[in-house]
């Protein structure tokens, strides 16, 4: 038998593959990609913010004298503004920046609004803590990242929190 034109047995299959997943309730899963682009703009937004603190903080403790004690200080506090202003950003409507720029929002598994220690103690401040532990941590951190590419898209500090990250359009306003 020869392969002719019209001959379906070793052509490919005429499913469309999409990256999307909706849920019981009509919450649909975020992509995989802007999870990533909504992580990277938070990262750029966190660099810009901790830059101006070590900038402004550097030109007064340079005028005072100080070391780099108090350089270090400058940035926990722009490290600690940053955490807070973002927490609170998430407490309010399950989204920070980036995730607002990228139309997706953290809510709990049943699709309800995620409460505030939720979502920082169990989804930003546990995974910062086993991730320093030694040798551990690093681990830690590997298999969070990569548990996204599982069916549901939770990662370890999704697991651990109960909650998703969802289009913004499929869940309820906060």
Known sequence: MTDMPGDRRFAPPDAVVADMHALDGGLELAT????LWASLLDGV??????????????????????DAMAM?????????VYMVFNSWLLYRSGQTIGKKLLAIRIVRTDG??????RIVALRIVAVW???????VGSLVWLVDVLMI???NRQCLHDMMADTLVV????????
């Open 112 to 117: 309800s609004r995620a409460g505030f220690l």
């Open 167 to 174: 289009t913004a359009a499929s869940a309820p306003a906060a």
């Open 45 to 66: 937004i966190l660099m810009v913010t901790l830059g101006a603190v070590v900038a402004l903080g550097g030109l007064s403790t340079m005028r005072s004298g100080a």
């Open 32 to 35: 995989r990609w802007s999870r």
């Open 72 to 80: 270090m200080l400058n940035m926990l506090i722009g490290l600690a």
């Open 149 to 151: 590419f599982r069916d």
């Open 129 to 135: 803590v086993l991730s320093a532990i030694p040798i």
